[in-house]
């Protein structure tokens, strides 16, 4: 779309108005005759004038006249499209800069407002003031206002300033607009960069528009959208339910035309799990949708995002408190089952937000991927039984068992049986009452926690009385394993380790039969925190416990590494949210994160077109383009029709070319001046296009290359793969690569490069035929390109992923050779390293390559397509520091190496062809020259 066409110096126009008399004046007087003297009358009388002067001048040489002054005059007037409004006043100008969040997705518009109003503050000597509306530390609020500045000062600012991952806090300003009201004395020229809402009560947002206005005349810069207000997009929450995950998405202001979206859902490893789309309808400003995975995908889970938002609202970042945990409940017999006499209901009551539920045997349940299993009363056990649940819990499981009759009866001999070493503490036989005619004494509350517990910082429920327990032995140990006890000191709740496992028993029964914890908000605490010990390696939750900043968001979204002032944090902090003191991001572990977000379940977001201050000020668009001065190009018009006039001048005076006659010059000359002011834009596609600086560092250098996909993400790890790879390749062979590079592959040369790199999303187009067709060429001529679909460990069977059905639709409309899964001996596996399959970050999943002996085989025996969901990138990716950016899951260290090894492989075959593959044939070819030599 082209701009607006405005004129820098307009009244100069006014000289156009003078053309008609000009026209008329040079018509009126003609050109000057010829003048020739002759010796006498007689020849005088005999001489014919066969060039006769014309009485007017010739309307082509009057047209390029008028043409050449129409341009000088229109140049003069300082044409320009997509020129900014003028500026106001005189006085000093303030830029109000919403550069929170909420502007990020949109944030070059701002970008190029700063930069337009530079250029119109450029002739004058106003000062500028930048103040921007996220909120800083305490010790840097002063920060939040920047000048008095140059326009070459706010030129350069506009090219460095980034938005953050905070919403605007606009109240926090009002002392510095107040320190401003002396210098503005009610003259200044205040540009408010808004991105149109606020966060939070309307009331501070009012306050600050008054207080704009009282300091000279307001200007409020708005997006302009062809359909209508949308809003902002912000992602507040991703509830987790019983069997799935609720995921709520906000509009910053009703949709006025139905609204639809898509989730994407990725892994810690940044791999993409699901995608769920959403629908906002017509007037509502909320959709919720659900996202439904298995609990082993969920507990993976590292962010959900709206698919096409480049903000920090967008993003919602889970967390090791987030995950679920599968629990499996062996009672005390069916009879009791789903009653209120039955410990497992009052379980499954305290557990129910929290958990997902399995029913069954003991030895099923360790067999199973429960991470948590709860025993009810449960004394002796079958040997079989015993020994599947001690390995299960040596492997990392957590096993809670509740005391009871049964285990109160078989505690004695329990002691000094097998099923002892599934007990925490030795125990007595029997049990204790209190209360009663025969007790020991009164009954019982609760004496306190142990601080080292995950129960240390739970307060005390003087309400909660226990009637009846096992007592443990004494003994040192059992001191040392009481994590809860009754106010006599007698243990309540015990605990050990065992392996990577952990041993837990609750004194009393699950039911409230023995006391009253069962039916208390402690017991469902208490459960809470056992069973987050399963998916977490926090063994206390402790909110004066700090956590160290692993990844921080930025205002765009996207995960980058913390600064070095960034400060540890407290899980007490954490729950607060996000401030000016804390960023959004992830801290502690990068196993078990805490997660901090922009946006929370508690955010409201409201239009500020609602503020009656902010709908009062005048109203400005922003522009997607830069102001374009178009002088220069009417001066060159006007100059070149200057030439042709005094060529076309010269052809009628015979100067230029002596017998040309002047019948049908005016069509030639008008032609050639059509050429001539043309001649820019012909010349230029007649030339041969300038060679891009990517193209040749890549031909002066071998470089690994993968495909851009607009996923920032998978981008990033693309690059960081490949960066990894490379380094590799320089340690261990003799190839010294230069730095990966990413191509468009619409528009890059990609003969340039032996190897392609083509992470498939679900969401990847089917290129158009062009490109299909420059794939084709560039397998043809030697090139290979890796197909990497990232879903090894999600195909289950012979089911299709959806990055699986995305390669297929490109691979349909491609000319490749046939398929066949990789075989044994292929050269790939002997290439550079000895190897019998091409590992990834996955190691699970086909890997496709050209059958051997193709016909139409263009590339003598090499296969120029590996396609593979095996999530390659992922493990050859790290940082500049050479550190793994990826976990590489059950495989560790050494799946990482055959990895790089497998990488390696594929590099040399795209770089040296099959040199290999007598080597691996030589066994039969000497078998066939001594056949030959002895027939």
Not at 331 to 360: N, V
Not at 504 to 531: D, I, K, N, Q, Y
Not at 655 to 677: D, E, N, Q, W
Not at 680 to 702: F, G, V, W, Y
Request: net charge negative.
């Amino acid at each position: 779309m082209i701009g607006a066409l405005s004129f820098a110096a307009p009244l100069v126009l006014f000289a156009l108005a003078v053309l008609p008399v000009l026209w008329l004046l040079l018509r009126a007087v003609p050109q000057a005759p010829n003048r020739t003297r002759f010796p006498g009358l007689f020849f005088l009388r005999q001489l014919r004038n066969r060039e006769e002067t014309p009485s007017r001048t010739p309307w082509p040489l009057l047209l390029l006249r008028m043409l050449a002054l129409a341009g000088l005059i229109i140049a003069l007037a300082g044409p320009r499209l997509n020129a900014p409004e003028e500026a106001g006043g005189d006085g000093p100008v303030l830029v109000v800069l919403d550069d929170g969040w909420p502007a990020a997705d949109t944030w070059q518009l701002r970008r190029t407002a700063l930069a337009a109003i530079a250029a119109e503050t450029a002739d004058t000597d106003r000062q500028i003031w930048v103040l921007t509306t996220t909120p800083l530390e305490a010790e840097r609020r002063e920060d939040a206002l920047r000048g008095p500045m140059t326009p070459e000062d706010l030129s350069r600012y506009a090219d460095s300033v980034s938005p953050r991952a905070l919403a605007p806090v606009r109240g926090d300003t009002m002392p510095l607009l107040r320190d401003l009201s002396r210098r503005f004395d009610g003259n200044g020229d205040i540009r408010w960069l808004s991105d149109g809402v606020y966060t939070g009560s309307d009331l501070p947002e009012r306050r600050f528009a008054d207080r704009l206005a009282e300091l000279g005349s307001v200007s409020v810069y708005r997006e302009q959208l062809d359909s209508g207000p949308a809003g902002v997009q912000a992602l507040t929450s991703i509830a987790y339910r019983a069997d799935r995950l609720e995921a709520v998405i906000t509009l910053s202001e009703p949709a006025q035309a139905e609204l639809s979206g898509t989730l994407n859902v990725t892994a810690r490893d940044g791999r993409l799990l699901q995608q769920a789309g959403f629908t906002i309808a017509a007037g509502a400003a909320t959709a919720r949708t659900d996202i439904d995975l298995p609990l082993t995908l969920r507990n993976e889970i590292g962010a959900v995002r709206i698919a096409g938002q480049r903000s920090a609202g967008a993003v919602q970042l889970a967390d090791a408190s987030s995950r679920r945990s599968l629990v499996g409940i062996a009672g005390s017999g069916e009879q009791l089952s789903g009653t209120l006499l039955d410990g497992g209901f009052y379980i499954r009551q305290a557990l129910a937000p929290y958990a997902l539920f399995t029913d069954g045997t003991i030895s099923d349940l360790a067999a199973s991927d429960a991470t948590v299993i709860f025993l009810d009363d449960i004394g002796r056990l079958r040997p079989g039984d015993a020994e599947a649940l001690g390995q299960w819990v040596e492997d990392g499981g957590i096993l809670i068992r509740f005391a009871g009759p049964t285990l109160a009866d078989v505690a004695q001999d329990a002691s000094r049986a097998a099923e002892s070493e599934l007990l925490p503490v030795p125990l007595r036989g029997g049990g204790r009452a209190f209360g009663g005619a025969l007790t020991w004494e009164e009954p019982q509350n609760l004496g306190g926690f142990a601080e080292d517990s995950p129960f240390g910082d739970l307060q005390i429920d003087p309400e909660i009385i226990v009637r009846r327990q096992i007592l443990a032995r004494p003994g040192a140990d059992t001191a040392e394993r009481s994590w809860a006890y009754l106010e006599d000191g007698t243990p309540l709740v015990t605990a050990r380790p065992r392996g990577e496992g952990m041993l837990v028993l609750f004194h009393v029964t699950a039911s409230p039969s023995w006391s009253e914890l069962p039916v208390s908000g402690l017991f469902v605490e208490m459960l809470r925190r056992l069973t987050a010990l399963s998916v977490t390696e926090a063994a206390s939750l402790d909110p004066d416990q700090t956590f160290a900043p692993y990844r921080v968001l930025d205002g765009f979204g996207a995960l980058s590494e913390p600064s070095d002032t960034a400060e540890p944090i407290t899980a007490a902090q954490a729950s607060a949210g996000a401030s000016a003191d804390l960023l959004p991001g992830l801290y502690g572990s990068p196993d078990t994160p805490l997660a901090v977000n922009a946006v929370t379940a508690s955010t409201s977001l409201g239009p500020l077109a609602a503020i009656g201050a902010y709908a009062n000020a005048r109203p400005r668009l922003y522009q997607e383009r830069q102001p374009v001065t178009l002088a220069r190009w009417f001066l060159v018009a006007a100059i070149l029709l200057i030439l042709a006039e005094m060529l076309y001048t010269m052809l009628l005076q015979n100067k230029l070319i002596p017998g040309f006659r002047r019948s049908g010059t005016a069509a030639i000359i008008v032609a050639a001046c059509a050429m001539t002011i043309a001649a820019p834009h012909d010349a230029m596609a007649q030339e041969r296009p300038p060679i891009d600086r990517k193209a040749i560092e890549s031909a002066l250098n071998t470089r690994l290359a993968y495909v851009i996909t607009g996923d920032r993400e998978i981008d990033t790890l693309s690059d960081a793969g490949l960066r990894g790879l490379s380094f590799e390749l320089a340690r261990r062979t003799a190839l010294e690569p230069a730095d990966p590079v990413g191509v468009n592959l619409a528009t890059d040369d990609l003969s340039l490069y032996p190897m392609l790199y083509w992470p498939v999303t679900a969401a990847t187009p089917v290129p158009a035929e062009a490109v299909l067709a420059r794939l084709e060429a560039f397998m043809a001529n030697g090139g290979l390109i890796v197909f990497d679909t990232r879903d090894g460990e999600r195909v289950i069977g012979n089911s299709q992923t959806q990055e699986g059905l995305a390669l297929r639709n490109i691979l349909e409309l491609m000319n490749v050779p046939p398929l066949e899964p990789l075989p044994t001996g292929h050269v790939l596996g002997r290439s550079f390293y000895l190897m019998d399959d091409l590992p990834g970050r996955s190691d699970q999943g086909p890997i496709w390559v050209e059958a051997q002996g193709a016909v139409g085989n263009l590339n003598d025996g090499v296969t120029p397509i590996i396609i593979g969901g095996r999530d390659w990138a992922a493990a050859w990716a790290v940082d500049q520091y050479q550190r793994p950016l990826r976990p590489m899951g059950p495989g560790g260290y050494r799946q990482r190496e055959l990895a790089f090894r497998a990488g390696i492989n594929m590099a040399m075959v795209a770089l040296t062809g099959n040199y290999k593959v007598d080597q691996l044939q030589a066994e039969a070819l000497l078998d066939q020259l001594g056949e030959e030599a002895n027939p």
